[in-house]
């Protein structure tokens, strides 16, 4: 296959899934922007839907707090789960008997 024929055949390969045809919204997005933003690359992230590195932070800040949370609630659950057991097999008194 020629350098040609490759060339012409990844081009057919963006159109036909849809790569020109976003590439061009968002550039045309830009273009039309009134006050162009400094950082032209953050602006087609964004409008193409990807995270900023803003967003990046916040979402590993809340992974975090989540990832905590539920090794709490696990803890918990364990807890619960075994005084449970106790009183299926009638072990153990109740506190303040």
């Given at each position: 296959m020629s350098g040609e024929s490759k060339k012409e055949e990844?081009?057919?390969?963006l159109e036909r899934s849809?790569?020109?045809d976003a590439l061009t919204k968002v550039l045309v997005a830009l273009?039309?922007?009134p006050e162009k933003p400094a950082n032209a690359l953050d602006f087609i992230k964004q409008y193409l839907g990807a995270p900023t590195?803003?967003?990046v932070e916040t979402m590993k800040a809340e992974k975090d707090e989540?990832?905590?949370k539920t090794k709490?609630?696990?803890k918990a659950l364990a807890e619960v789960q075994g005084e449970l057991d106790q009183?299926?097999?009638?072990?153990?008194a109740a506190d303040g008997e």
């Open positions: 990844f081009r057919k390969y849809g790569v020109i273009y039309e922007e590195s803003g967003d989540m990832l905590a709490e609630l696990e009183l299926k097999n009638g072990g153990g």
